[in-house]
């Protein structure tokens, strides 16, 4: 028995009666003697089994994470409704639906995880039904959307041009615990605006009013379906799908859809090419225009509509994607015949500010979870929060966070101008330089501040069912959906083209005023660093003007990081210059001005869009083995 006591003392565990609590290094042997607990000496074997019988397995358990209210822990979130949109309405409904995400939401959003979507093609009988089942949870998310108002917001208008503000502030709180169901409100949203602006009327002006109804009965989801086999941003040249006119005005639509996101919408908005009575189409964007249709009947069944298979994705598991065979699907033509592209540019405004919410509202809630973990566990004889180089982490993603915020904010602000009629040429012009850069950026951003994030829990930011990875596998999308890096950098080149350079002009005039109005010296330095970058900038772009048409592209995407950079250091600087801002305020628009705020200058001193590098690009990224 003095064997087993020996063996227990040496392991350093106290056993008694199925618990394990780990001793310290220095208990004595005593202690472990008094709790040990002596077998039954009837039982044969007993005493030579005892060493292993009952392994301890210490007592020692990390406390997890709490998630504890998003609007209160978030203070750059309170101080900039408090500078912008002072309603004691607004922040008792973010404070409420704060708590409410924490108490139920977020496990909801957990079991869309857990339980991710499956495709029933057959009934029992060998009907084909063509059934996506979605977990209870799912269905909670969408009743939730009506209630909260997560779309109606927007079109209320309650709050005049700040209603586009309050209303992405409360999906920023949603949107890590949503179960990714912020997905089907972008395009929900995106819809709507798109009917909007064509102007509510029949046939589509009870999908309207169910795309923004507050009513969970009568709230209905939309989808977007761009993506053919044959190219995703590319629509232009990618969409095969037609369309065949009918006697009564509708059309029937016959194609393949290779990337449908949130498959279960009630309806959808989709582009397809007018044949003509020789059955003939026209080619490229000229020939696309947009339609709309519900994706079931009466019934509840799918009509003209094969679901080929749900997609396998890295992440964004919890909500569906599908392959569809479109077989004669019911629509209306909305756009004229041959505007479908340019019809939804407003679609890609919204959703694109969506994605750009999202990927901030995934680095806020990575930084909320890790500034709690770092209070609860101890590392090397001390807290992490008490580690500086654990904190000086914190604190460079916390600075990330807040350029994006504010970023996004501000395209949030402009856009609730342009809609109640507010914006200047300016804004309109600004609206539509950054919503790409924004998208483009703060995608990059959420990737880079997540995975940073997972480190601070160590190998537990490794785990799946702790959550956490599931974080990350999400953010991946952000900077592919909606366009990818390298297409929105091209998209932000078509932009100052197609404006003759206003683009950028405003974009200037503007980034000068919030400097301007910057009058504490403590952010002098931080002003000097962005004034310099503008400068540099505008020199570049003097000089760009005069090379080869190619040099642009090479440039288009460190350009567009140096438009975000500049930007973000003009709009963290201007909100710490405020008089409710605090100390940390200023301090993150001194540490974001640190870094190199205009790229594109840097790398075009050392030669990076010389013109004879594209051909040694290829050579090295094709470069073969020479052994035989």
């Known amino acids: ?21 780990p001793l310290s290094r220095s208990s004595s042997v005593s202690m472990v ?23 301890g397995i210490g007592g020692f358990f990390q406390e997890r994470p709490m998630l504890k209210n998003p609007f209160l822990e978030d203070a750059l979130l309170q101080g900039y409704l408090r500078r912008h949109l002072p309603s004691e309405a607004v922040y008792s409904d973010l404070h409420v639906f704060g708590e409410r995400l924490v108490r139920e939401v977020d496990g909801w959003g957990r079991e869309c995880e857990v339980t991710p979507p499956r495709l029933v093609t057959y009934d029992p009988w060998g009907c084909r039904v063509d059934r996506i089942v979605t977990s209870p949870a799912w269905q909670r998310m969408k009743d939730l959307s009506a209630q909260e108002g ?39 949203d995106g819809a709507a605006k798109v009917i909007q602006s064509l102007g509510v009327s029949w046939p589509v ?26 190219g995703g941003s590319d629509v232009g040249n990618g969409t095969e799908t037609i369309a065949l006119p009918q ?14 996101s949130a498959t279960d919408a009630d309806m959808t908005l989709t582009l397809a090419r007018v044949t003509d009575v020789d059955g003939q189409t026209t080619s490229g964007s000229r020939g696309l225009s947009m339609f709309y249709a519900a994706v079931r009947d009466e019934q509840g069944m799918v009509q003209g509509i094969e679901v080929q298979r749900l997609k396998d994705k890295l992440g964004t598991r919890q909500m569906p994607t599908a392959e569809l ?28 500010i969506h994605n750009s919410v999202s990927a901030v509202a995934g680095m806020r809630r990575v930084l909320q979870l890790a500034r709690d973990y770092a209070t609860r566990r101890s590392a090397f004889g001390k807290l992490l929060r008490d580690h500086p180089l654990h904190m000086q982490t914190l604190a460079r993603m916390e600075v990330e966070t807040r350029g994006a915020f504010l970023l996004v904010m501000e395209v949030c602000r402009l856009i609730g101008r342009e809609e109640t009629g507010h914006a200047s040429q300016l804004e309109t012009h600004l609206l539509r330089l950054l919503t790409p850069v924004a998208k483009l950026y703060t995608g990059k951003q959420a990737i880079a501040v997540i995975s940073e994030g997972l480190e601070s829990f160590g190998g537990q930011g490794y785990i799946e069912d702790t959550g956490l990875p599931a974080m990350l596998r ?56 962005v004034d310099s970058a503008l400068s540099g900038l505008r020199e570049f772009l003097q000089a760009a003007a005069l090379k080869p048409p190619g040099f642009m592209e090479l440039a288009a995407r460190d350009l567009a990081y140096s438009l975000a950079r500049i930007y973000m250091g003009a709009l963290l600087i201007d909100h710490a210059s405020w008089e409710g801002a605090s100390q940390s305020d200023a ?7 640190e870094q190199d705020l205009c790229p594109v200058v840097s790398k075009a001193a050392i030669g990076c869009y010389n013109m004879k590098t594209p051909p040694l690009d290829a050579e090295l990224v094709y470069e073969e083995s020479t052994r035989d």
């Open 1 to 21: 028995m003095m064997a087993v006591n020996r063996q227990v003392a040496r392991h350093s565990y106290r056993v008694c009666t199925g618990l394990y609590r």
């Open 33 to 55: 003697q008094k709790v040990l607990v002596r077998p039954p000496q009837d039982v044969p074997g007993a005493e030579e089994q005892a060493e292993f019988s009952r392994a």
């Open 150 to 188: 997560l779309v109606a917001i927007g079109y209320e208008r309650s709050y005049g041009e700040w209603s586009r503000v309050y209303q992405m502030c409360k999906l920023y709180l949603y949107s890590p615990s949503s179960g990714l169901y912020t997905c089907p409100l972008a395009m929900t």
């Open 205 to 230: 002006a009870d999908a309207f009013s169910r795309l923004t109804s507050r009513n969970p009965e009568h709230f209905w989801t939309s989808g977007q379906w761009m993506t053919e086999r044959r």
């Open 247 to 260: 006697s009564d005005g509708t059309y029937r639509l016959s194609g393949f859809k290779w990337f449908t």
């Open 325 to 352: 065979l479109l077989d004669g699907l019911p629509a209306h033509r909305l756009s004229e015949e041959g505007r479908g592209v340019a019809c939804i540019a407003n679609m890609l405004t919204v959703s694109r």
């Open 474 to 529: 999400d953010a991946q999308v952000l900077s592919i959906w909606e366009g990818t890096t390298n297409v929105l950098s091209l998209d932000v080149l078509r932009c100052v083209s197609r404006s003759s350079g206003l683009v950028l002009q405003a974009y200037f005039t503007h980034t000068q005023s919030l400097l301007a109005a910057a009058s504490l010296p403590s952010l002098s330095v931080a002003v000097r660093s």
């Open 587 to 593: 301090y993150a628009a001194l540490r974001w001005c």
